[in-house]
């Protein structure tokens, strides 16, 4: 699935726009940097790694459409600045501008086009590494699943999460790739439904079975041994193994715990930030009212009456089973020092 397409030619990066999923397969076409941040922001793209791979790209359309300005250095600056912002609880997306401008200042270059072939270079490369260890870590991580197992998932974790393969969705692949019959249950994860469009969208597409629980039946199915193992994605991992994943994640992670259910989380070692030491220190993004006051543009909620809208919360590391990266599998306590 090649759903982030970059025409380097042009300068056009194409989305498969994951709002409309899994109805029509539309594309989003991105020009401009404000293209760019709109896409992140309505989520026409969403998932940690894809949006990383998003902002970098985006790094190439700035240059692009801001070289004709002779002061486009400012300029470059502030974008890459509004471009890291767009959503703040992801680390990969200020993780991958960062490492562009880092990149970019290392080598000195001062030429808008020599910038865009520079940066062009190492957005897709980016693109293709993700992949890569999504691969790795679906391999890896594939030994902790067993033939016959259900899986419960949250959210989306999958190809369209990321370059493409997946990082939760990744393992279940490899584990199906290795001969082991799999079963799937995709909560729902509203108010966006990642779990019951697009990582239902993305499953039955590869054969692999898959079923779409309502998040609250979450209790319900562990009770009944109706589940085996917990798989999910992350959005930023502290230092101390917390892991910030979307809303109802940590819910999920308490429900395990009592259930004797192993609860895992696979991500790339990108994803852990060395930044954070722990799980409270990282911004929790609170997105708008629309998406849980309305369903299909029907409102649900009456009038005069506010949402809470977090969109992502918090799983305290000892919930966590492992930690299933490209490298290697942790344990609880965590160590990710020397990484
Ligand atoms: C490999 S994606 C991991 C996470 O980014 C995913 O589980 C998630 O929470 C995505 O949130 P979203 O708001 O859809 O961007």
Redesign the pocket.
């Known amino acids: 699935m090649n759903h982030i397409q970059f025409d380097k030619v042009n300068g056009i990066l194409k989305l498969l726009d994951q709002r409309f999923l899994p109805e029509k397969e539309d594309w989003f076409i991105c020009k401009t940097l404000t293209d760019v941040i709109y896409a992140l922001k309505e989520?026409v793209i969403?998932?940690?790694?894809?949006?990383g791979i998003t902002a970098a790209y985006g790094c190439c359309i700035l240059i692009k459409e801001i070289s004709k300005y002779d002061d486009w250095q400012g300029k470059l600056y502030r974008g890459l600045e509004n471009l890291a912002a767009s959503?703040p609880t992801?680390v990969n997306l200020s993780w991958a501008v960062n490492m562009m401008r880092h990149k970019l200042e290392d080598l000195q270059i001062k030429d808008p086009q020599l910038i865009y072939d520079f940066w062009t270079k190492e957005a897709t490369s980016l693109h293709e590494f993700d992949i890569e260890i999504n691969q790795k870590m679906g391999k890896l991580g594939a030994d902790l699943l067993e033939d016959g197992d259900v899986v419960m998932t949250?959210?989306?974790?999958?190809a369209l999460?990321?370059g493409g393969y997946?990082?939760?969705l990744g393992v279940i692949r490899a584990a199906v790739e290795q001969g082991k019959q799999i079963k799937v249950i995709a909560n729902e994860t509203r108010p966006?439904l990642?779990g019951a469009r697009l990582t239902a969208y993305e499953l039955a597409k590869d054969g692999i079975e898959v079923k779409v629980a309502c998040d609250n039946a979450c209790a319900f199915l562990m009770k009944n041994k109706m589940i085996n193992k917990v798989i999910?994605?992350?959005?930023r991992i502290a230092v101390n193994g917390d892991v910030a994943?979307?809303i109802g994640?940590y819910g999920v992670a308490l429900l395990a715990k009592e259930h004797n259910i192993p609860f895992y989380v696979a991500?790339p070692l990108y994803t852990i930030d060395p930044n954070t030491a722990k799980g409270d220190d990282i911004n929790i993004e609170q997105r708008p009212k629309k998406e849980v006051a309305f369903i299909n543009d029907k409102k649900i909620i009456p009038d005069n009456v506010d949402v809470l809208n977090f969109?992502?919360d918090i799983t305290p590391a000892h919930l966590v089973s492992a930690i299933i990266t490209e490298k290697d599998i942790f344990r609880f306590p965590y160590d990710f020092k020397g990484l």
């Open positions: 989520m969403r998932g940690a790694p894809a949006i959503r992801a949250h959210c989306n974790a999958g999460a990321t997946g990082t939760a966006f990642q999910v994605g992350a959005d994943n979307k994640t991500a969109a992502f």
